[in-house]
T-cell receptor, first 109, second 115 residues
Framework: GQNIDQPTEMTATEGAIVQINCTYQ??????LFWYQQHAGEAPTFLSY??LDGLEEKGRFSSFLSRSKGYSYLLLKELQMKDSASYLC??????????WGAGTKLIIKP | TAGITQAPTSQILAAGRSMTLRCTQD?????MYWYRQDLGLGLRLIHY???????GKGEVPDGYSVSRANTDDFPLTLASAVPSQTSVYFC??????????????FGPGTRLTVL
């Protein structure tokens, strides 16, 4: 079956670094997406990885290991506005996204 | 550019009634999707359309129907609502389904309560 696993909730301190892990099992693989979703709002795209390695975009980076079925999202210099849910999604052979339940990130001052 | 719009923003519906959730995009995207999002669960795909004139069933299609008469619009209909359809519904679109970075753009959502 297809499955995406990520922690339910994480807490971090403003200014610190946090890593949100995601493991995936999909029927075929056409990439791994990370989205951010603030409470009561729509998901917005953060990153896409299809090859192994690290993709850096400002304070946010995303890593993929296809052999391990593993990805992580790294957030640096945390700000209060980073408090949100972070959704991991794998794209299967039919180009459909399989979504994790999301990781709620709480930032404390 | 508006991107994707959904209507209504929220709705309370009596069980057994029908309702259509509207979704319109102005990005000329080929593919469109309907998801529901429930607490503790990931986004679940209800129906999708890879191009105008075609539709397909997602993970949880029962009780829902869709149509794709043109590129821009993708309405979702609940023929006879039940309380288990209480959820937040998101419409999304993407350029296409084959190859490359197929980012999905989401509408603001419709919060539906079925009593």
């Amino acid at each position: 079956g297809q499955n995406i696993d990520q922690p339910t909730e994480m807490t971090a301190t403003e200014g610190a670094i946090v890593q949100i892990n995601c493991t995936y099992q999909t029927s075929g693989f056409n990439g791994l997406f990370w989205y951010q979703q603030h409470a009561g709002e729509a998901p917005t795209f953060l990153s896409y990885n299809v090859l192994d390695g690290l993709e850096e975009k400002g304070r946010f980076s995303s890593f993929l290991s296809r052999s391990k079925g593993y990805s992580y999202l790294l957030l640096k210099e945390l700000q209060m506005k980073d408090s949100a849910s972070y959704l991991c999604a794998g794209m299967d052979s039919n180009y459909q996204l399989i979504w994790g339940a999301g990781t709620k990130l709480i930032i404390k001052p | 550019t508006a991107g994707i719009t959904q209507a209504p923003t929220s709705q309370i519906l009596a069980a057994g009634r029908s309702m259509t959730l509207r979704c319109t995009q102005d990005m000329r995207h080929n593919a469109m999707y309907w998801y529901r999002q429930d607490l503790g669960l990931g986004l679940r795909l209800i129906h999708y359309s890879n191009t105008a004139g075609t539709t397909g069933k997602g993970e949880v299609p029962d009780g829902y129907s869709v149509s794709r008469a043109n590129t821009d619009d993708f309405p979702l209909t609940l023929a006879s609502a039940v309380p288990s359809q209480t959820s937040v519904y998101f419409c999304a679109s993407s350029e296409g389904t084959s190859g490359g970075h197929n980012e999905q753009f989401f509408g603001p959502g419709t919060r539906l309560t079925v009593l």
